[in-house]
Structure formats: C-alpha cells, structure tokens
C-alpha cells in the first residue's frame, strides 16, 4: 500500500486509494491523517554511536592524497614483522620457562606435612562440630539396630556384606558416642 500515492478528497482529507489484492478482492480506501509517514519510509533510528562509527568508518586523508602500495614493498615489510614478533615469542617462552623452573625447584614437597595438614583437616572437623558428629553417630547407631531387628525377626535372612561390616561397628559407634557425650555439655 506504500506504492500508492495519497489522494485528496474534495473535503480536503487525503485518502490512500481502494486497490485489489492479488486474490482478487478489494481493499478499502483509507483516510490518511496530516503528517503521516508510512512505516516503510521512517528512516531507521540510528544511535550517537552508531552514527559515530559510519562517520569513522569513511577514510579520510589530509589533502585528498589516496594512498596506492607499492606491490611487493609490504610483503618484505611483513616478513620483517613476523620474523622480529617470532623471536620476541620465543624469548618470552624462554623467560616463562625459566621462571616455572625456579619456582618449581625452590618448592619442596615431604609426606609429614601433606599428613599434618590431614590431621589438622580432621581436628577441625572434630573440633568445630561436635553435636552434628553426635547425632550422625547416633543416626548410624539407630540404623544398626534396625539391622539387628531385621535379623531377629527374618525379614532380613542374608544381609550384605555391608551391612555386617555395619553389624561388627557397634561397640566402636557406642565408645564414639559416650567420648562426645562426655565432651558436649548438655
């Protein structure tokens, strides 16, 4: 409906004409109000910065002067580069390398302290949260019992082998629990 040019009616009003689909039905004319500009020729919002970079974009010499290269000329200009980049790299490499060395040499590593640092690990667990090992101890002990009730009943006739080693744990889980009972005060 763009294509169309508006037409003015004798009442002044601007109408775009009727016009027929390609299915051969009819459109209705319709009124045009002042200052109306189809969609289809809005131009397109463009940023500050949008425009900035088309604005930049276009090259533009002092003087007008277009600069032509010399065939051949940058090609060796090029090699130049890669060949001077290619060394700086490899010097760099070499100062990384030596770097990572030193650091690696001057680093020492021995069994006690990774074994330190383990029983510090589980002191702290210990020692931070007493009550929470409390009622895991007494969560297993719970579990072992019903174990032990399974067997008696025989809803249970083979147990897992898991489950023995579970079975075989109760004397070490009850010493566990009376040692923080005895820490924990209530």
Same mark, same amino acid.
């Given at each position: 409906m763009s294509g169309y040019s508006n037409v003015i009616n004798e009442n002044g009003e601007q109408f775009i004409p009727?016009?027929?689909?390609?299915?051969?039905?009819?459109?209705k004319a319709r009124r045009?109000?002042?200052?109306?500009?189809?969609?289809?020729?809005?131009p397109l919002y463009e940023s500050k910065?949008?425009?900035?970079?088309?604005?930049?974009q276009q090259p533009s010499t002092p003087?007008?002067?277009?600069?032509?290269? /010399?065939? @051949? %000329?940058?090609?060796?200009?090029?090699e130049k580069q890669k060949k001077i980049s290619k060394k700086k790299n490899k010097k760099n490499v070499e100062i990384i390398n030596q770097d990572i060395n030193n650091h690696f040499?001057?680093?020492?590593?021995?069994?006690?302290?990774?074994?330190?640092?383990?029983?510090q690990h589980s002191l702290n667990k210990e020692t931070t949260d007493p009550i929470k090992k409390l009622k895991n101890l007494r969560k297993r002990l719970?579990? /072992?019992? @019903? %174990?032990?009730?399974?067997?008696?009943?025989?809803s249970l006739i083979k147990p897992e082998p898991e489950q023995m080693v579970k079975l075989?744990?109760?004397?070490?889980?009850?010493?566990q629990i009376s040692k923080l009972e005895k820490e924990v005060p209530h």
């Amino acid at each position: 409906m763009s294509g169309y040019s508006n037409v003015i009616n004798e009442n002044g009003e601007q109408f775009i004409p009727a016009s027929q689909r390609p299915d051969g039905t009819w459109r209705k004319a319709r009124r045009v109000k002042d200052g109306y500009v189809p969609q289809e020729e809005v131009p397109l919002y463009e940023s500050k910065g949008k425009q900035f970079m088309t604005r930049k974009q276009q090259p533009s010499t002092p003087g007008k002067i277009v600069h032509h290269p /010399i065939p @051949g %000329l940058c090609i060796e200009q090029e090699e130049k580069q890669k060949k001077i980049s290619k060394k700086k790299n490899k010097k760099n490499v070499e100062i990384i390398n030596q770097d990572i060395n030193n650091h690696f040499e001057n680093m020492t590593i021995t069994e006690n302290s990774r074994i330190q640092d383990n029983n510090q690990h589980s002191l702290n667990k210990e020692t931070t949260d007493p009550i929470k090992k409390l009622k895991n101890l007494r969560k297993r002990l719970r579990e /072992i019992e @019903g %174990l032990e009730e399974k067997l008696k009943n025989g809803s249970l006739i083979k147990p897992e082998p898991e489950q023995m080693v579970k079975l075989k744990r109760k004397s070490e889980l009850l010493e566990q629990i009376s040692k923080l009972e005895k820490e924990v005060p209530h």
